[in-house]
């Protein structure tokens, strides 16, 4: 061999086994370069190839670890697509500027392209899927299915910490002492069910095995009664509707499931029973709570509610838990969520004998629409609703100022149905120094009025409608924030009432009226502070009670969400592990759990 033969080889071998080598001239670089290179293949191009090979490879690792980080963690959707594009466009770009780039490879390559492609298809339409699921979410949220209920009314864990002394107490303590009535679920002021709910109560809160046993005793004549019964009694919808949904709640309290098996599987199959029983008008209790925009609808409704908590899914051929959803879609159409349910019926309202108030007190922002022909009416105004004074309606009154100021308009937000029940809106002087209001058939009544007539037809809507909301908040539903806090804003507007015309509006508010646990229970939920007095008290009149006694310690619902939004999870109300934002109370802890998790 020649000398540079040998060197030649010498040096493949050196680079062979890593050995060090002399640094080459910049001549031997280029022969060497020249003698390695296949045929057809220059100088340049081979020292373009050696520098695209490393490159290629990287890039596509890159790309493919760029869009994997983005998508584990939630980049933005824009940024996202865009840095997507710019990637592999460049990817692309760079392939096919280099068609000579190792063939060898070049299945690979492409494979790899494949996949990218496929991924980025993928996860576009993952984030699509996402994007649309917010919109339709935004547009028409339906009520979350809540989870088991720690109590329909409250929690037993709760009473047992409410105090067992003061006025409300001793109240509540005289009325489970007392002998109940004769049961009569077609009586409209039967205060049975009250009386059963009061003794639930005591016995929760002590123990006491007698309160238990009157309970046992009142339940075993509801699941006894027959529809039969109800209509020789003359039982209408009304009175089935204000009188059932307690017991279900005496049988929560008195853990009847548990204590006495038989009787309540008998009571259970009864209350699905009363559902659909036959009454002498308005119909059932399905479809007067369903129909409805009155008093009859909200007492009907709270039953119905009642019922589905306490029943479940444990009666054969009936799904309360499905029911309570649809029921709680109805509640919200009646606060005002036109979208969430708008099936009541107002043309037999407005074409009955008091069509002549209605239409008075249910003019929208549209002036001159009536209740059926309005756009989408619902039986408590919404926020920003108003009626505008016209020419005739002024009232002095006797504290001489302009109440209904022709094209002034007066705000009914907050508004309920039922105060069609007192007359009509407008406000017209009597004669000369009397004041009064107009009454359902157009005539002046005289009195001591100074406004529209006084009804408590309102507050017995309220009775239902509050009960309700209360059930399935303890149930785990944001019911007392629907519709721009709706039930604040009707106790609210009776407030407002009493405030510009009579007291009358407030009356059965104060002084242990029937409507005071409305007012206990509406200031303990919003933090408010309505000037509410007396026990209170349940009546035949009523539908609940003793609300000063068991919401006592209550954190107001507003500040305790705020709290929860701000503390419980760092997202805000909503569970990591089950992606829910339903809460229930923990009572015994003191704070708020996810929805999903008190069931497990």
Same mark, same amino acid.
């Given at each position: ?5 040998? @060197? ?89 500027? +280099?068609?000579?780039?190792?063939? +060898? ?40 299915? *809540? ?160 019922? #589905? ?27 005002? #969520? ?25 003019? #929208? @922002? @549209? ?58 809106? $407008?406000?017209? *002087? ?8 107009? #009454? ?47 039930? @604040? ?43 509410? +007095? ?21 954190? *107001?619902?507003? $500040? ?41």
């Amino acid at each position: 061999m020649s000398g540079w033969a040998i @060197r030649s080889q010498d040096l493949r071998v050196a680079h062979a086994v890593g050995a060090e080598s002399k640094p080459l001239s910049s001549r031997r670089r280029e022969y060497l370069a020249r003698k390695r290179a296949p045929p057809g293949l220059n100088e340049g191009t081979k020292r373009e190839e050696v520098k695209k090979e490393i490159p290629v490879k990287s890039l596509i690792n890159v790309v493919l670890h760029t869009f994997i980080y983005m998508f584990k963690n939630h980049i933005r959707r824009s940024v996202f697509v865009c840095v997507s594009v710019a990637l592999l466009a460049g990817c692309l770009s760079f392939l096919l500027n +280099s068609p000579s780039a190792f063939a +060898s490879e070049e299945t690979d390559l492409l494979l790899q392209i494949n996949q990218l492609q496929a991924l980025i298809q993928n996860l576009e339409s993952k984030l699509n899927a996402q994007a649309t699921a917010q919109v339709s979410a935004t547009v028409a949220s339906p009520p979350p299915s *809540p989870p088991s209920p720690t109590g329909i009314w409250v929690s037993k864990a709760k009473v047992a910490t409410l105090p067992t002394s003061g006025a409300p107490w001793t109240y509540l303590k005289s009325q489970a002492d007392a002998t109940c009535p004769t049961l009569n679920l077609a009586d409209l002021t039967n205060y049975t069910d009250q009386c059963a709910a009061a003794k639930a109560l005591v016995f929760a809160r002590l123990g006491t095995a007698s309160y238990r046993a009157t309970v046992e005793a009142l339940i075993q004549q509801v699941a006894s009664y027959t529809n039969s019964t109800f209509l020789s009694q003359g039982g209408r919808c009304l009175e089935l509707g204000r009188n059932v949904g307690q017991y279900a709640i005496a049988a929560d309290l008195i853990d009847l499931k548990n204590h006495n098996s038989a009787l309540d599987a008998a009571f259970r199959k009864k209350l699905v029973e009363m559902l659909n029983w036959t009454t002498n008008q308005n119909g059932t209790l399905m479809q007067c709570s369903t129909a409805q925009p009155t008093n009859w609808g909200t007492q009907a409704l709270h039953s119905r509610v009642a019922i #589905d908590l306490y029943v479940g899914n444990s009666v054969a051929g009936y799904s309360g838990v499905n029911d309570l959803a649809t029921a709680a879609n109805i509640f919200r159409g009646y606060l005002g #969520d036109w979208n969430a349910y708008h099936g009541f019926d107002w043309a037999h309202l407005e074409n009955g004998s008091w069509g002549f108030a209605a239409t008075s007190w249910y003019q #929208d @922002r @549209r002036e001159g629409k009536t209740v059926a022909s309005a756009t989408k009416p619902t039986p408590i105004a919404a926020l920003g609703t108003t009626i505008v004074c016209q020419p005739g309606w002024d009232n002095w009154g006797s504290n001489h100022l302009n109440l209904c100021k022709p094209g002034t308009a007066f705000d009914l937000s907050g508004r309920v149905f039922d105060l069609y029940r007192g007359g009509h809106f $407008k406000l017209l *002087p009597v004669a000369l120094g009397a004041e009064g209001c107009i #009454d359902n058939e157009g005539a002046s009544m005289a009195g001591l009025y100074n406004g529209p007539c006084y009804t408590d037809y309102a507050v017995t809507a309220m009775q239902g409608y509050i009960a309700t909301a209360e059930m399935l908040y303890q149930a785990g539903y944001d019911s007392y924030d629907w519709s721009n806090q709706a039930i @604040r804003r009707s106790v609210e507007f009776s407030k407002r009432m009493a405030d510009t015309y009579n007291t009358s509006w407030w009356s059965q508010f104060q002084h242990g009226g029937w409507a005071a646990w409305i007012g206990y229970l509406v200031n303990a939920r919003y933090g408010l502070a309505l000037p509410v +007095s007396g026990t209170a008290r349940a009546t035949g009149n009523g539908t609940m009670g003793w609300t000063d006694w068991t919401t006592t310690g209550d954190i *107001p619902y507003r $500040k305790s969400r705020l709290a929860f939004e701000s503390l419980r999870w760092p997202h805000g109300v909503e569970c990591l592990r089950w992606k829910s934002k339903k809460i229930f109370e923990l009572s015994d802890y003191a704070k708020f759990e996810c929805g999903e998790c008190g069931n497990y």
